[in-house]
């Protein structure tokens, strides 16, 4: 809903997961101490989509050079 309203994309939800707390207040990631989770999962599909956008923006934004 807030994705919506801010005119962004939506890029998944994190579910609330105990591991998930656990492992950050040890300082491990959870994509590395439980990379089978729901939440590692989460995290590394979101990862996956913003470094898709992130690579789509950068191409767009590529100069055009025409040479003559």
């Known amino acids: 809903a ?3 309203r801010l005119g ?3 890029l998944g939800a994190i579910p609330l997961e105990e591991g998930i707390r656990e ?3 040890s300082g491990t990631p959870v994509v590395i ?3 089978e989770s729901a939440g590692a999962q989460a995290f590394t599909g ?3 989509q913003v470094a898709a956008r992130t690579s789509i923006q950068s191409f767009r934004q590529l100069p ?3 040479v003559r």
């Open 64 to 66: 055009v050079i025409s």
């Open 33 to 35: 101490s439980r990379p």
């Open 8 to 10: 962004v994309p939506f």
């Open 46 to 48: 979101i990862a996956s």
């Open 23 to 25: 492992d950050a207040d």
């Open 2 to 4: 807030a994705a919506k």
